[in-house]
């Protein structure tokens, strides 16, 4: 099956600092998302990306849909204490079913004051 | 975005009893959700596609008689796990997708004592 690589694991940054993360798959998307979850909480969408190339932004988030397909990585500029939580990218390939979304095993990010 | 409740957000059973879960889309129709499993500090796990007016798909590994799912309605999809063991204990969370993203629920945190 489809698996996702994310990176870093977990991030230890100062309040203020830019953060960088990414998804690396063995086979192409059609689709992008980004979530964030904070605990005891479901998954918030934060970007979605359709298009290889593709390069969107939310506020101070963004992200880009690698020109392969195959990659994404999202961007938080001038980090906040309420950026703290775990982020998860998800690949949806929508071959005609109704497929779910695969999920890479999350950043945990955490903002030192 | 659109909006995916769930009910109840945490239940505790005894061991041996069954417990439902309720996952609605609030603002959107879907005749397809999906129920994920996540452990402490792991990712989520795709369970099964619930599909309305037909019968559900399930991951390998996942037991369908144990995992009961309904999907009566446009807007409305049902897990019943049956028979809980504490093993089942986790955090189930569904979400729907009204186009192209995907939205989760608060989630639920099913205990079993």
């Known amino acids: 099956g489809q698996q996702l690589n994310q990176s870093p694991q977990s991030m230890f940054i100062q309040e203020g600092e830019d953060v960088s993360m990414n998804c690396t798959s063995s086979?192409?998307?059609?689709?992008w998302l980004w979530y964030k979850q904070d605990p005891g909480e479901g998954p918030v969408l934060l970007i979605a990306?359709?298009?290889?190339?593709e390069l969107t932004s939310n506020g101070r988030l963004t992200a880009q849909f690698g020109i392969t397909r195959k990659d994404s990585f999202l961007n938080i500029s001038a980090s906040i204490p309420s950026d703290v939580g775990i982020y998860f990218c998800?690949?949806?390939?929508?071959?005609?079913?109704?497929?779910?979304?695969?999920f890479g095993k999350g950043t945990h990010l955490i903002i030192q004051p | 975005g659109a909006v995916v409740s769930q009910h109840p957000s945490w239940v505790i059973c005894k061991s041996g009893t069954s417990v439902k879960i309720e996952c609605r889309s609030l603002d959107f129709q879907a005749t397809t959700m999906f129920w994920y499993r996540q452990f402490p500090k792991q990712s989520l796990m795709l369970m099964a596609t619930s599909n309305e007016g037909s019968k559900a798909t399930y991951e390998q590994g996942v037991e369908k008689d144990k995992f009961l799912i309904n999907h009566a309605s446009l807007t409305l999809s049902t897990l019943t796990v049956t028979s809980a063991h504490p093993e089942d204990s986790s955090f189930y969370i569904c979400?729907?997708?009204?186009?192209?993203?995907?939205?989760f629920g608060p989630g639920t945190r099913l205990t079993v004592t």
């Open positions: 086979s192409i998307f059609n689709t």
């Open positions: 979400s729907a997708r009204p186009i192209m993203e995907q939205y």
């Open positions: 990306l359709y298009k290889a190339g």
């Open positions: 998800a690949g949806l390939y929508s071959g005609g079913g109704a497929d779910g979304l695969t």
